[in-house]
């Protein structure tokens, strides 16, 4: 179930498709607002006027979600013994106590709610133990818990207050969370990844499902020039978003001259439609610039990435035994980030900072030392038998057991 701008992707695949919140998020509205933000004419009166429709649109999403009649009867109707939510945002698992139907929070980044022993994945910090490191873990989560009573957090908390008031037995939740549109719900709350690349958590109630990554997905073929090649390739992406923001590209310049500098290397990168192949001008004979890159394919080949470390790619890396240079962006990229030079899987950068002379140390030293690599096979023997074994089937299904023999929810208090 999506907004109707999903249904091209999750067409293509074998499942059915159920459109939700069209009056709200019509079909062609996601694509129309991204290029209008990256139109390079916007005027700020147009940009605030865009900020305040999505706003708008925004808040009728979310009312939708949790008292509307079209998405309770669209839930009603499928028929599902499970509902699993996104949970970057976690509404619509309280529209489904209102039906009856169990929910649980799929996470395809790492967990987003507090943790006394892990900072939030915003933060580049490694956890030690010590006092210190304890103190600065609890002030980054304190400080993000008060941007919740900041305007943007008022309009989410009023109407979940609404909601628990209506349903006071619904599954509690809180806003000591991140990352998170809506509050942090007391469900299970499921991992694609496995604990041996997370830091250890002081909480409860995460489950970890294996990396969950598609190895057998079909792709577009790789250049000619990087499918026969025999020289140690270094592969270049910023992922889906890097691309949209054209500050980026003195980065990828700043790549381009580093392994032009060294002919017996050889670049391929992905710099998106944004930035396209064609500003670069004449390119090295051992650099090739693509708008998107078969990024299973060219890791196959690959002796190290660089990365924006969003948490896709560096699964990818690990379960294809890839050393990583991440360069964070946003989001939980400095948390992913950080437990790769935690886990010695490579090495981190600073994209503002990016200059032939670092990249070209950081690249000597990760191409230079297999001590890198054999962490990463280490870390990939543990990602592939957690595929696998099907962990992630079994686990879903160990947690639906109380629902299935449950005959009425138990009342909870909820806690907004």
């Known amino acids: 179930m999506a907004p109707p701008d999903g249904e091209a992707y999750l067409r293509r695949q074998p499942w059915p498709f159920t459109p939700i919140l069209e009056d709200v998020l019509p079909r062609g509205y996601q694509a129309e607002l991204h290029s209008r933000l990256a139109d390079p004419d916007l005027t700020s009166a147009a940009h605030r006027e865009l900020t305040r429709e999505f706003i708008r649109r925004r808040g009728e999403r979310n009312r939708e979600i949790l008292f509307g009649s079209a998405f309770e009867s669209r839930l009603r109707d499928s028929g599902a013994d499970l509902l699993l939510v996104d949970a970057t945002f976690t509404l619509p698992a309280l529209a489904a106590h209102k039906v009856g139907i169990p929910a649980f929070q799929l996470c395809t980044n790492l967990a987003l709610h507090r943790d006394a022993a892990v900072p939030p994945l915003t933060s580049h910090h490694i956890p030690t133990g010590s006092l210190r490191s304890r103190i600065r873990i609890r002030a980054a989560w304190e400080w993000l818990y008060l941007h919740t009573f900041m305007p943007g957090g008022e309009r989410m908390r009023a109407p979940v207050r609404e909601f628990y008031r209506r349903h006071p037995d619904a599954s509690p939740g809180d806003f000591h969370a991140h990352l998170q549109i809506g509050p942090h719900l007391k469900v299970p709350t499921l991992v694609t990844c496995t604990p041996g690349f997370d830091f250890p958590r002081a909480s409860g109630g995460i489950h970890y499902l294996g990396p969950c990554v598609d190895r057998e997905r079909t792709e577009a073929p790789l250049p ?31 790549v381009i001259d580093t392994v032009a500098r060294r002919p017996q290397w050889r670049l391929l990168m992905a710099v998106g439609g944004q930035v396209g192949p064609e500003g670069f001008g004449p390119l090295p004979p051992n650099v090739t610039v693509v708008e998107r890159v078969p990024q299973l394919s060219a890791l196959k080949r690959a002796s190290v990435m660089i990365t924006h470390g969003g948490l896709n790619s560096v699964k990818e890396c690990i379960c294809l035994g890839v050393p990583m240079i991440v360069h964070p962006l946003v989001f939980d990229q400095p948390g992913n980030a950080a437990r790769v030079v935690h886990h010695g899987l490579g090495l981190r950068g600073d994209i503002r900072q990016a200059s032939v002379q670092s990249l070209s140390a950081q690249l000597d030293a990760v191409l230079g030392d297999d001590a890198y690599r054999s962490r990463v096979q280490a870390l990939q023997r543990d990602f592939l038998a957690a595929d696998d074994s099907g962990l992630g089937a079994r686990t879903i299904e160990q947690l639906l057991q109380p629902f299935e023999s449950r005959a009425t929810p138990q009342p909870k208090r909820a806690i907004p």
């Open 224 to 254: 000619p020039e990087i499918a026969s090649g025999t020289e140690p390739l270094i592969l270049c992406s910023l992922g889906s978003h890097g691309d949209r923001v054209r500050a980026h590209r003195p980065f990828f310049q700043a």
